[in-house]
C-alpha cells in the first residue's frame, strides 16, 4: 500500500497563478484533510471530506476550493495564488470514526513569487 | 474555536535524560489528544494519543497525561536517543461524525545531544 500520496512535491508560482494540488489514498478511508504548514505555526486545517461529496470549512478555508473526487482523491485548488499562501501543504486520511489515526502524505511545498 | 499552546518551542537533553513537553487547550468539550512527531522533511506521524476518559497512557519510552480538569496533557520521553530529535506536535480534537478536526501545538523542538 502506498498510503496518502500527494503532487507536486514541488512548485513554485507567481501572484495571481491557480494551480490544485492532488491526493489520494488508498486505505479506503472515508474521511480526509488538508493541512498547511507554517513555520512557528504548526499545522493548521483549511478544509475536510467526511465523504465523496461533501466538504466543509477549517480553520483557514479563504482562498482555497476543494473536490472530493471519489473515496480515493480529495484536491486543493488555489484559484489565484498569494504570496500568503507559500506554506507546506499536508493531505490526511482517517477511518471515519473518532480517536482513529489520521495518516499524513509526504507533504507539497508551495511558493508563491 | 479550540486554542493550543504548547511549550518549550526548543528542548535540548543529553541521551539519557527524560524530556517532557507540556499543552494546555480551551475547549473542554475537546475529547482526543494526539502527538505527532515530524523528523526534517517529512510527514508528521501519530507516536501516541490519549483519550479524554482516560488520565495516562504508556507505551515504551514514551507516556502521555492528561488533566481535564487544568485542560492540559503533557508528553514524557524517557531515556531519550539521538533518533528521538525532531519537532513534536501536540493536537486537541473536536470530534465529529467522521473523525477529528485536530488544532495542533506550535511545535517543540528535541534535540537530544550525545
Known amino acids: 500500500n502506498a498510503g496518502v500520496t500527494q503532487t507536486p512535491k514541488f512548485q513554485v508560482l507567481k501572484t495571481g497563478q491557480s494551480m490544485t494540488l492532488q491526493c489520494a489514498q488508498d486505505?479506503?478511508?472515508?474521511?480526509m484533510y488538508w493541512y498547511r504548514q507554517d513555520p512557528g505555526m504548526g499545522l493548521r486545517l483549511i478544509y475536510y471530506?467526511?465523504?465523496?461529496?461533501?466538504?466543509d470549512k477549517g480553520e483557514v478555508p479563504n482562498g482555497y476550493n476543494v473536490s472530493r473526487l471519489n473515496k480515493r482523491e480529495f484536491s486543493l485548488r488555489l484559484e489565484s495564488a498569494a504570496p500568503s499562501q507559500t506554506s507546506v501543504y499536508f493531505c490526511?486520511?482517517?477511518?471515519?470514526?473518532?480517536?482513529?489515526?489520521?495518516?499524513f502524505g509526504p507533504g507539497t511545498r508551495l511558493t508563491v513569487l | 474555536g479550540e486554542n493550543v499552546e504548547q511549550h518549550p518551542s526548543t528542548l535540548s537533553v543529553q541521551e539519557g535524560d527524560s524530556a517532557v513537553i507540556k499543552c494546555t487547550y480551551s475547549?473542554?468539550?475537546?475529547?482526543?489528544f494526539p502527538w505527532y512527531k515530524q523528523e526534517l522533511g517529512k510527514r508528521p506521524q501519530l507516536i501516541i494519543d490519549?483519550?479524554?476518559n482516560v488520565g495516562e497512557k504508556k507505551d515504551q519510552r514514551i507516556a502521555v497525561t492528561l488533566n481535564k480538569t487544568a485542560k492540559h496533557f503533557s508528553l514524557h520521553i524517557t531515556e531519550t536517543q539521538p533518533e528521538d530529535s525532531a519537532v513534536y506536535f501536540c493536537?486537541?480534537?473536536?470530534?465529529w461524525g467522521g473523525g477529528n478536526k485536530l488544532t495542533f501545538g506550535t511545535g517543540t523542538q528535541l534535540k537530544v545531544e550525545l
Open positions: 490526511a486520511s482517517q477511518q471515519g470514526a473518532l480517536y482513529n489515526e489520521q495518516f
Open positions: 486505505m479506503n478511508h472515508n474521511s
Open positions: 471530506s467526511a465523504s465523496e461529496g461533501t466538504t
Open positions: 475547549d473542554s468539550a475537546s475529547n482526543y
Open positions: 490519549i483519550r479524554s
Open positions: 493536537a486537541a480534537s473536536e470530534g
